[in-house]
């Protein structure tokens, strides 16, 4: 069975450091794209980027490139978001999802930033 | 870049009825196209993928259709359980790749 299990909610700072997580299972996590989306509170979807485990080739949506960063750790299927320098815009609920088209989808991890 | 634009942004349909909900991208992605539903609380369900492949363990009233930059979703009989916002999104050559901003069905 594929899963995608995200990490927890966060409450962080403004001017915080931050990395969430997805560990996935029941495939073979190399060869296949895992991407993440924000939602924002009562907002739609926002694609923000992608990584092909294989190969680490990472993409991201200009509106994102240079504020995040995705990357994969292969020895623990598991993919990562961080930002090193958060803000309150940066509240919102994120998803990571496996695939170009997203056919399987974590549960979402919720990051609150707040002074 | 390539936008995606649905429409409408609402839709209200008797049960019963026929939904149709359209998308658009601003080139042409022939069928690289999904169509996704979001309920309150939970997480996306991919409904459909190739712009018309159904996606394990989608009803048949579900129904994509399209290629080039002109898609639409049909929901062939309207079901209570279908109030959600539907969502398109483009997967064409390599990524970036983009969502449209999402389709509200609600049940008259």
């Known amino acids: 069975e594929v899963q995608l299990v995200q990490s927890g909610a966060e409450v962080k700072k403004p001017g915080e450091s931050l990395k969430i997580s997805c560990k996935v299972s029941?495939?073979?996590?190399?060869?296949?794209?895992i991407g993440w989306v924000r939602q924002m509170s009562g907002k739609g979807l926002e694609w923000m980027g992608i990584v092909y485990v294989g190969d680490g080739d990472t993409r991201y949506s200009p509106s994102f490139q240079g504020h995040v960063t995705i990357s994969a750790d292969r020895s623990i299927n598991t993919v990562y978001l961080q930002w090193s320098t958060l803000k309150a815009s940066d509240t919102a609920l994120y998803f990571c999802?496996?695939?170009?088209?997203?056919?399987?989808w974590g549960q979402g991890t919720l990051v609150t930033v707040t002074s | 870049e390539i936008v995606m634009t649905q429409s409408p942004a609402t839709l209200s349909v008797s049960p019963g009825e026929r939904a149709t909900l359209s998308c658009r991208a601003s080139?042409?992605?022939?069928?690289?196209l999904a169509w996704f539903q979001q309920k309150p609380g939970q997480a996306p369900r991919l409904l459909i993928y190739?712009?018309?492949t159904r996606a394990t363990g989608i009803p048949a009233r579900f129904s994509g259709s399209g290629s080039g930059t002109e898609f639409t979703l049909t929901i062939s009989s309207l079901q209570s359980d279908d109030s959600a916002v539907y969502y398109c999104q483009h997967y064409s050559n390599w990524p970036p790749w983009a969502f449209g901003q999402g389709t509200k069905v609600e049940i008259k």
């Open positions: 029941g495939y073979d996590f190399t060869t296949h794209w």
């Open positions: 080139q042409s992605i022939t069928t690289y």
């Open positions: 190739s712009a018309s």
């Open positions: 999802a496996r695939n170009s088209y997203f056919d399987y």
